[in-house]
């Protein structure tokens, strides 16, 4: 990308989100050419690198072998053909997170989406390519989509398809059919059981696509590896994941 579209874009973005005009991590009062994040905090973000598991994208650690700890612990986490994971959650990426859950900024889901995007597009993430690629958020239960206004992860999944150009599945094709606990306090067993069956895709749309779930931060998986089986028993070719952080 040029530096001139570097910069309308991160004007575009701007205009966008700045709902107080103040960056999301620190506060501190934005110039037109921070971007929707400051220079500073922007230097200070993360990315996860290097090897990664082949399942859900999160980083290997020592000793790691193709799949992480957390995947091999975990029962249908072979469901995932494979995942990306935007930010290592440490620094200012907590904030940001705690910011596009807050019900006050559903544009900076948005943002973070398209950069999402475009850093998948610059890795030539795994096989996504081609028209079967659908993308389709990790729903809300209705009465929590109420309390908050929007599903958070379905704005990174807005960002995510303008970006990368695949087509987004109507909200209503990926339903939430069983209010779920909070799960953070839940232990690794009990947070699969708490969430097993608690999703259904429609047919119609899944069938024979390649699908990409989205959600906003993965903890153990168990939430990711549920959605995909409701997905592959709707139809689906295969299921990957894209993250926008991980082990909150
Ligand atoms: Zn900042
Ligand atoms: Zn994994």
């Known amino acids: 990308m040029n530096r001139f579209s570097r910069m309308a874009g991160g004007l575009a ?12 991590i620190c506060r501190r009062v934005l110039f037109f ?5 400051c220079a500073s905090c922007r230097s200070q973000l993360s990315h996860n690198s290097g090897e990664t598991c082949v399942r859900c994208g999160a980083s290997l650690r020592n ?3 193709s799949v992480c700890v957390s995947c091999s612990g975990l029962d249908g986490s072979e469901m995932l053909s494979g995942g990306f994971i935007w930010l290592r959650y ?12 807050s019900g006050s900024a559903p544009q900076l889901g948005q943002i973070c989406g398209r950069e999402m995007g475009r850093e998948m597009n610059a890795g030539g993430f795994i096989e996504l390519t081609g028209p079967d690629v659908l993308i389709a958020a990790v729903p809300l239960h209705p009465d929590r989509l109420v309390e908050r206004g929007y599903n958070q992860s379905r704005m990174l999944a807005q960002g995510i398809a303008e970006t990368t150009g695949f087509e987004l599945a109507p909200e ?10 909070h ?11 708490n969430i097993r069956g608690a999703f259904s895709a429609a047919p119609g749309v899944f069938s024979g696509r390649t699908v990409l779930i989205v959600d906003d931060v993965k ?3 168990a939430t990711l590896v549920s959605a995909a089986g409701a997905i592959l028993s709707a139809g689906a070719n295969k299921v990957y994941c894209a993250c926008l952080t991980d082990a909150a």
């Open 13 to 24: 973005d701007w205009l966008l989100y700045t709902p107080d005009g103040v960056c999301p």
């Open 33 to 37: 050419t921070d971007d929707w994040l």
């Open 63 to 65: 000793g790691e072998d």
């Open 90 to 101: 440490k620094s200012g990426c907590g904030a940001i997170v705690r910011r596009i859950k």
């Open 172 to 181: 209503d094709s990926f339903r939430r059919i069983r209010k779920t606990p």
């Open 183 to 193: 799960q953070a306090w839940l232990g690794r067993k009990e947070r699969m059981s």
């Open 219 to 221: 903890t153990t998986g």
